[in-house]
């Protein structure tokens, strides 16, 4: 079957068994029934076998499947055993691999059943009989016990349980039940009360006690029809069954233990297997019903091991359980003591068996530290994993057992750190200290959407776990789409990335309404878990525009782009004038230390705060006589800390602080960049128009002094990055195209100077002419200027309202490259036979290519050559063009000035269009995202503008020189300086925030109108059945009454004939008592 039929193993079985004859059931037990048992098919992944003609019970189970079927379109397997002799046109059926039609409409007049057609497999036996049930019993026992004895999962040594569902039946059905019950192992058993016939006989023999032995034999005679002897033998039969009693589970609509028949189908299983309280845990695990779990399972006073539940937590992740890990941890399953080094490294090897996705993206992934480097280069360049370092390669090839001995000699020969020191004999050097991050990790790299969504709801640093998802999953759907996947996986990990992208901006909203101060210090706290990331930097490198852009995002980047200036308005304005005249330095306003708490900073410009921060303090204390304290004593609390605070006011900065804070400005660096710049761009705009002499001018070497000195800063930018290898720093380098235009830019223009300068001794009037070296370095240095005025618009790209049109020039330039390939295939379509019948004779040259190209071009622009179209006219001045075939040429000319002109041109123009109006859309959003990236460039900046930037490059090596010898491992990146409490703060706010997060997104979800119609229409429903329900009965009390009424109308017309008959009589008696008198006088 699992062969033939390509079915999965099943989890469960289930045997229908009852009354093969129709018979009616009440349409409120129908339904009950139907639901339970679909229900337990669909949620456990079981077979349903049973008669499969269409009548009877097989029939009843066929109309919930039609029910089912019509509201989903997953199929459940049911399997229908019949006998061959009893079906109405089996000879349609006989054939080998054919697809045969088959009539399921009953003759009235035939003895025969049909096949019900809603079952999906049937197997048909024939044991030579024609018209007689029971050649299929055997076959079907020997098809349940063989299936049981399969396992029911790889990880899970149990077989697969079965169990009997009896609905109604006849005699044979009770046979069927002890049958059962004293196989071996036995089968547990499942009676549905109300259905009829045995059935109800069986659940009122389990209800009663021996003493009711003839009400029971009475009823079996009224039931079936039975004589003394067969109901006295049944019942002894029924006696026989209740000694297992045990393994039987009586089923009642109405009863408040079993809600559902799904319910009591899988509570009798486990309380029929007899089996521990682990096993039975992992037949629910197999199940996937926590619910019996939760209910049957961890039931107050049940003794557990840690081995055990730590096992059935393994095969919960290793089976993508949800609700199974959930159900785990809050009974008393740490996962600190959980996870450890071997047990992370079988997830990892366990689950890639079970998908294939991930050895598809990287098949090289052996063990623990490859699958570390792997998730390492999805995360991006700049990324390094804690697990990939010295430390943990030592504990893992200690713990694996792997070149141990090689291990501990190679580390002995070098130079230990404190850090590097492990203790192999320690518990905890197995663990994880943040477990929950690294299942977080496991569950996105195996693409299980659902459990990474548990993990992330769990723990600390929520935002960062969101951010990291989203990029892993944007990464994996770019491999998925480099490896030509054919399936929809790239899409599917968009999809999940997106979701967890959608995560992260809502948390930050969520946030930034509960405190902003709070939500921008998350964005930028250094995340240790997380190879010292902040969130920041992990929604760029996971280009999550939206959390970028948002307001909390865009206040934090405008805090930063102002550094200490504390102004809002005119900002360019003022920063311009103090840039040339430093004095009105000392006039700005600075922020104090409680506004700079947000906003990360470098560790020399925390050290000034702070100490800052202590001046001021100590300044105030002493000059706050002692007269104010005794004041405030007296005043009112409130106006006594008004008066306080109007008389603790922080002072101003020193003068050299002032000037410290505003050049460390990021705007004040862009805007002395820009000034610069300016003036560059003016001396090599002079130096390229004017004569240019022998020795370069002043204006020339300071344009040289500025290339070079730029040249220096960029490989500067390069070494300095974040990235860890060399080959990755330039990498992610030359991602941005301003840092490819600038490389081109600086090589041209040394280029340029070297060709320049090589010509030096041959120079003379007529150097223009003749001195071709020189000349081409002067037309380098020409078009050398190019990219220099292009690179304006890098600083265009700043401004809110120019940014979003540099941007979109860049998206169409990048955007039209397949329509200039059509339209350059369409001119040289039309280039090459226009030269080549006008001009027949001509010689092999360059000058050909360019006409066949040029001449084409600046027809699209309205250059037609008019002389050249009609060579042959009377007028023509070109007659000795006029050769064979020239009237070609017009014709040619006309069909290709139409497509290109009208057609394509067009084309281009609508395609702009398009673009525009898409990127517009979403031109605020990108220019809010790529702002970032002009933040932090200028933050990291040196103070100095090119060429005086050699004297900042100067000042760094000194720095580095003394900061080394200092052994000062502080970084010297800006970041936020918290202590152990501001963290545990921020951690405790996050997850408040987390919490009311998903409050509120509960409380959404049930006031939602379809959630409201959905409970409206379910109490709805329910009220119909008992409204129902109340109409069956009072149609009962009304039958009764009306028969009741109808025995006492009969009851009385006895009673009034029984008066009658006793007045008759009574007036009878004295006539014959008048006569014996009236005869003894006459004797």
Not at 117 to 142: M, Q
Request: net charge neutral; charged share 25%; proline share 4%.
């Amino acid at each position: 079957m699992l062969k033939e039929w390509q079915l999965e193993l099943p989890k469960l079985v289930v045997s229908v068994h009852g009354g093969m004859q129709k018979f009616e059931l009440h349409p409120r037990i129908k339904q009950l029934l139907g639901k339970g048992l679909i229900k337990a098919a669909v949620t456990t992944g079981a077979w349903i076998i049973t008669g499969g003609v269409n009548t009877g019970v097989a029939k009843h189970v066929g109309d919930a499947l039609k029910e089912h079927a019509s509201r989903s379109s997953r199929k459940i397997c049911t399997i229908g055993i019949a006998p061959w002799g009893v079906i109405e046109n089996r000879n349609d059926l006989v054939g080998k691999d054919v697809v045969a039609p088959y009539q399921t409409l009953l003759n009235p007049l035939s003895k025969l059943n049909v096949l019900n057609n809603l079952h999906s497999h049937f197997i048909l036996v024939d044991d030579g009989t024609v018209g007689k049930y029971g050649a299929e019993v055997k076959l079907r026992r020997e098809l349940e016990k063989t299936i049981s004895q399969q396992r029911i999962h790889a990880r899970i040594g149990q077989g697969v349980p079965v169990v009997a569902l009896i609905f109604e039946g006849g005699p044979n059905v009770v046979l069927t039940v002890l049958e059962y019950l004293q196989e071996n192992p036995p089968v547990p058993v499942v009676v549905c009360e109300g259905t009829g016939r045995a059935a109800d006989i069986l659940a009122y023999v389990y209800k009663q006690t021996e003493e009711a032995e003839p009400e029971i034999i009475s009823t079996i005679k009224k039931t079936f029809n039975f004589g003394q002897s067969e109901a006295v033998h049944l019942f002894q039969t029924l006696l026989e069954c209740m000694k297992k009693r045990e393994l039987i589970t009586v089923f009642h609509i109405g009863s408040d233990e079993h809600q559902d028949i799904d319910v009591a189908i899988l509570t009798a299983l486990l309380k029929g297997t007899n089996a521990s309280a682990f096993d039975q845990l992992i037949l629910t695990l197999a199940w996937d019903r926590v619910d019996i779990a939760k209910n049957h399972v961890f039931v107050y006073g049940q003794q557990w091991l840690v081995g055990s539940l730590e096992q059935a937590m393994l095969d919960a992740l290793v089976m993508d359980r949800v609700a199974f890990v959930k159900l785990l941890i809050e009974n008393g399953v740490s996962m600190h003591k959980f996870l450890t080094i071997p047990r992370l490294e079988e997830l990892y090897n366990t689950a890639i068996l079970f998908s294939r996705f991930f050895f598809k993206l990287h098949p090289n992934v052996l063990n623990l530290s490859s699958k570390f480097l792997f998730f390492q280069y999805l995360m991006g360049g700049t990324y390094r994993c804690t697990y990939t370092r010295k430390r943990f390669r030592v504990i893992y090839n200690s713990l694996s057992g792997s070149n141990r001995a090689d291990t501990a000699t190679d580390e002995g020969k070098k130079k230990k750190t404190k850090d590097d020191i492990v203790d192999i004999d320690d518990p905890e050097t197995r663990r994880f200290p943040y477990p929950l991050n690294e299942l977080l990790l496991w569950a996105v790299l195996m693409k299980r959407q659902k459990m990474a969504l548990f993990f992330w709801q769990h723990g600390e640093e929520s935002m960062a776990k969101a951010l990291v998802a989203c990029k892993l999953y944007r990464s994996m759907a770019y491999e998925s789409k480099q490896n030509d996947l054919v399936d929809d996986t790239s899409e599917e990990l968009k999809e999940y990335s997106n979701e967890f992208g959608e995560l992260a901006v809502e948390l930050l909203e969520q946030s930034f309404r509960q405190d902003e101060t709070m939500a921008m210090k998350l964005l930028t706290y250094e995340l240790k878990n997380w190879s010292n990331a902040t969130c920041l930097k992990l929604a760029v490198s996971s280009r999550l525009r939206p959390f970028v852009a948002h307001t909390c995002t865009q206040m934090l980047l405008s805090d930063m782009w102002m550094g200490r200036l504390n102004m809002r308005k005119n900002s360019w304005y003022k920063v311009i004038l103090s840039i040339l005249l430093p004095p009105t330095i000392l006039m700005l306003e600075y922020k104090t230390k409680a506004e700079m708490s947000h906003i990360p900073q470098s560790q020399d410009a925390h050290q000034m705060t702070m100490e800052d921060s202590e001046n001021n303090f100590q300044n105030i204390a002493e000059e706050i006589p002692m007269e104010v304290f005794k004041e405030v004593r007296v005043l009112d609390h409130s106006d006594g800390k008004h008066d306080m605070e109007s008389i603790i006011k922080p002072k101003r900065l020193p003068i050299t602080r002032k000037f410290y804070a505003f050049y460390h400005a990021p705007i004040v660096k862009f805007w002395f960049n820009t000034l610069a710049y300016i003036g560059f761009l003016m001396l090599y705009t002079f130096v390229v128009l004017v004569k240019m002499e022998e020795l370069p001018s002043v204006q020339e070497w300071i344009v040289i002094a500025y290339i070079f000195t730029l040249a220096v800063e960029k490989i500067r930018e390069i070494f300095m990055s974040e990235a860890g290898k060399i080959s990755q720093k330039v990498k992610v380098w030359f991602n941005d195209y301003f840092n490819i235009s600038d490389t081109i830019a600086i090589i041209t223009f040394f280029i340029g100077f070297v060709l320049r300068f090589g010509a030096k001794g041959n120079f003379h009037e007529n150097t223009y002419k003749v001195n071709y070296v020189f000349v081409a370095g002067r037309l380098t240095y020409c078009l050398n200027i190019i990219f220099w005025y292009v690179r304006l618009l890098d600083f265009l790209a700043v401004n809110q309202h120019a940014g979003p049109y540099v941007m979109m020039i860049g998206k169409m330039v990048a955007n039209m490259f397949y329509i200039v390939v059509i339209m350059a295939l369409v001119l040289l379509s039309f280039g090459v036979p226009r030269k080549a019948i006008l001009y027949p004779n001509e010689e092999p040259s360059w000058v050909l290519a360019k006409d066949i190209v040029f001449q084409p071009y600046w027809m699209i622009f309205g250059e037609v050559y008019a002389y050249e179209i009609d060579v042959c006219a009377n007028n023509s001045d070109t007659k000795h063009l006029c050769v064979t075939g020239s009237w070609l040429t017009p014709f040619l000319q006309s069909v290709y000035l139409f497509v290109q002109y009208i057609i394509m041109v067009n084309l281009l123009i609508a395609f702009f269009n398009n673009v525009y109006l898409q990127v517009k859309a979403i031109s605020n959003l990108v220019w809010k995202y790529q702002r970032y990236h002009f933040v932090m460039a200028y933050h990291e900046k040196p103070i100095l503008p090119p060429p005086l930037i050699i004297l900042s490059h100067m000042a760094s090596l000194c720095y580095c020189i003394c900061k080394r010898r200092k052994k000062d491992k502080n970084s010297d990146g800006p970041k936020l300086f918290l202590t152990e409490e501001d963290q545990k703060k921020l951690h405790d706010f996050e997850e408040l925030c987390v919490e009311m997060y998903f409050s509120e997104k509960d409380d959404k979800f049930h006031c939602r109108s379809e959630e409201r119609i959905r409970v409206t229409s379910e109490r709805v429903e329910q009220m119909c059945i008992q409204i129902k329900e109340v109409g069956d009965r009072v149609n009962y009390i009304k039958r009764s009454l009306q028969s009741l009424d109808t025995q006492i109308g009969h009851l009385q017309d006895l009673s009034a004939l029984t008066v009658d008959t006793l007045k008759t009589l009574t007036a009878r008696k004295p006539r014959k008592q008048a006569r014996s008198t009236m005869k003894s006088p006459g004797n």
